[in-house]
């Protein structure tokens, strides 16, 4: 049984920072892919970021605007999102994805957190 934990989600004014973790824990051989989406009430689920287990990043530009980054601890099996200079428009519940191999298993398979909240609010 695979599961991603996030935390580090919370309440912040304009301008503020938080920093995001997610960490996969089970039964896994390889983690090909971490990253973030979000989710704001009455919208789609969108990409905020991803990295592969070889570093590569990948940044949806028109929500990060070089406020996020994207960091991979891949001897914890762990993701992190630093945002800075944050918006009430970052307003959303932030979760982690994993394309995740898992022992015993020749196939990757899609996982997800259950998501930590971000509210932005003055």
């Known amino acids: 049984q695979v599961q991603l934990v996030e935390s580090g989600g919370g309440s912040v004014q304009p301008g503020g920072s938080l920093r995001l973790s997610c960490v996969a824990s089970?039964?896994?051989?390889?983690?090909?892919?971490m990253g973030w989406y979000r989710q704001a009430p009455g919208k789609q689920r969108e990409l905020v970021a991803t990295?592969?287990?070889?570093?590569?990043?990948?940044y949806a530009d028109s929500i990060v605007k070089g406020r996020f980054t994207i960091a991979r601890d891949n001897a914890k099996k762990a993701v992190y999102l630093e945002m800075n200079n944050l918006d009430p428009e970052d307003t959303a519940a932030y979760l982690c994805?994993?394309?995740?191999?898992?022992?015993?298993?020749?196939?990757?398979?899609?996982?997800w957190g259950q998501g930590t909240q971000v509210t932005v609010s003055s």
């Open positions: 089970g039964s896994i051989s390889r983690i090909y892919i």
């Open positions: 990295v592969t287990d070889g570093g590569r990043s990948n």
């Open positions: 994805h994993a394309l995740i191999s898992s022992v015993g298993e020749g196939t990757w398979s899609d996982y």
